[in-house]
DNA sequence: TATGAATGAGGGTTCATTCAT
DNA sequence: CATGAATGAACCCTCATTCAT
């Protein structure tokens, strides 16, 4: 907007995701239009293609890189906190993902996917394996070191992924999609993370 | 494919309807074509239009008649077990949500709506009302009655909507959305709702 | 151009192949818009798409239908006349040739050919196959007849193809692609026809 | 590929006009990209309009170039031998004519602009009068020259035209366009010189 | 000179919607 | 009611051309 021919090469591709994110989680891959997409980024839409050669690849590229910002992130921390407090660990990856959701830029991502994932199955698969998949894994790996300290139930993982991550998810959807309310939002994070907790603590209060 | 033109004229909108309901569910509102919509329900293109004025209110009429339907089974059956064992209602609720998601006739107009909500206000608006408030409702009510009968603890409602329904609905897009199967669907269902329900009953094991 | 929504379509196609050949021989593939197409065959452009998906299609089917056209028209006779009279055969052929060059709906598909075989390999064969092919083997064919009668000389087959059908090639180009034009075309017909013969002929008036 | 940026200025035009004929002759001008040419010629796209100041202008010139370099070789030679022996020239230009046709750098300039010349009235004019008209009067020229030395017959110039360029014409669409491959091509050029003679020729052998 | 990022107009194609039959 | 031909707006993508560096 400034000059006419701006030259920021090396921060474009990051704006123009940045900028796809925004449009295609608010009106969907299908109803985004290239235009609005460019117009957001501060060029053209005959630019965007110097970037990004269609308008799916930008979508695959915009996933991907969520993806691996994502994975980093997650599973590492959760590792390291395992070992120490398996119980404080599972409290954390709960209140810390109910938090994040309050974030749109953390939580658009998820959604979009979830969105998009019947028109993209090669997308769903990479996100299934990139993301949920590594989720999954680390919250598995979290329990069994629970279980081995002594301090959690056995819980098989199919049960413990939709217990875990259900609230959560739940919690993204209700928030963004439907716009509810929430007032203090520590005080529900710890709550939920409480009442999930009694899945799969041992009931050591007994006796 | 058998006759051309001999159905009942009564029966045309709920086979549009559910002609809509599959092509939606597979494409998203955007991508499916009216073209494959009437094909499915065994009329033309310019045929839909007599029964549904716009792509729009197509779409937006399958989502009420899904409500509609939606909201009868639930809230009842619910409010009346309630009354008689309230931890064997919410865990028949937890079940039932489980086991129905297997069948992709109920599943579908759920992610049919997470797909859909933000390009359509209205609709998500009227969804939230008719179907997620309601369902909310059946389990604060549920919750409630548990409590006054010693049988729950107090739980908060937002924390309560997140965790019962949660893994239902993670449950739903881990099965369809991304593909994860299941090998025994019963156990599982017993599983998470005995998880969950630690969650709320009192403890009465203590001493 | 008469009222909204006319309809003519049996006639269409045919109507569509006229004006796409016309604006095709005009400016080239590349250069022809569909809008032009579809103005000049009376109906807009999204429609022409109901009847060829491509406007690549729709060229391919124009070189097509004239290739069908072309053949029966050819072949047949030439055969026929060989049978009787071989020189009276050649002659005509060369004198039909040049006097159809001055219909521009006949020659408009041989120089769309030329000008367009480069980008159309597929195409280009089809026509050499179709047309060319056919064509050739038609004057083969002929001057064989025309050798056992004692009538021509052996004239080896590549050579015949290039002298018979070049002038009359030639007389195409220069006329609509250069646009020279020619006073008497029957006198310069007969001539080339000819000076042509001359090629072929067993001189009998040898002594 | 070697240096970047390392060729003698001088060179430019040439090269770049090199470039362009090979992309046109194997695309047409409007499937050609700036793009191409210019990574064949050893740039890049901007650096083209340094000297060429519209893919039009960069066609024209090519063009222009090729009828320079052409009319120089032949309009001379053809009358210097002309002047010897008339007979023999003749027979030379065709078989020159053909045996030229088999080096793609002379005859993609002629089929380039049979390709074109609907879509460049000016060009081919240029061409009509640079080229063609200059061919043309050189053959006119030689054949006069026979027939005032008593080898020739008259024959009208319509007719000379078409019957001695058609088949060097037909040879190269045939050969280029058309893919049809020769096994002798120096018997063929003999043999096709031969068949034309005997329409120009007076036949002395009578008697 | 040379680059290559940026532009912007243009065209092929799709598809929701309309309407004469 | 039903059809399907026709429309026309929209949108993706391409590419000749420009311009700051």
Redesign the interface.
């Known amino acids: 907007m400034t000059k006419k021919n701006q030259r920021r090469p090396s921060a474009r591709p990051e704006e123009i995701l940045d900028a796809a994110l925004a449009v295609f989680?608010?009106?969907?891959?299908?109803?985004s239009r290239m235009d609005e997409i460019a117009e957001k980024a501060g060029l053209t839409k005959g630019s965007v293609y110097l970037y990004f050669k269609s308008k799916e690849q930008l979508f695959e590229e915009l996933i991907t890189r969520f993806s691996k910002n994502f994975v980093g992130v997650m599973a590492e921390r959760v590792g390291v906190m395992a070992e120490k407090d398996p119980e404080e660990a599972l409290r954390t990856v709960i209140k810390t993902g109910i938090m994040m959701a309050a974030d749109p830029a953390i939580s658009a991502a998820p959604?979009l996917v979830?969105?998009?994932?019947?028109?993209f199955p090669d997308m769903?698969a990479m996100y299934?394996k990139k993301v949920?998949s590594v989720g999954q894994a680390a919250i598995v790996s979290l329990l069994q070191v629970g279980e081995q300290k002594g301090v959690f139930r056995a819980?098989?993982p199919?049960?413990a992924?939709?217990?875990i991550?259900?609230?959560?998810?739940?919690?993204i959807?209700?928030t963004h999609?439907?716009?509810q309310k929430?007032q203090d939002l520590e005080t529900?994070a710890d709550?939920?993370a409480?009442?999930?907790?009694?899945?799969?603590r041992i009931?050591k209060?007994?006796s």
């Open positions: 989680t608010a009106k969907g891959f299908a109803a959604r979830l969105a998009e994932a019947a028109r769903a299934h949920i819980v098989q199919d049960v992924k939709r217990v991550f259900g609230p959560v998810l739940t919690h959807l209700l999609t439907f716009g929430i529900l709550s939920i409480e009442n999930i907790l009694c899945g799969f009931k209060d007994i």
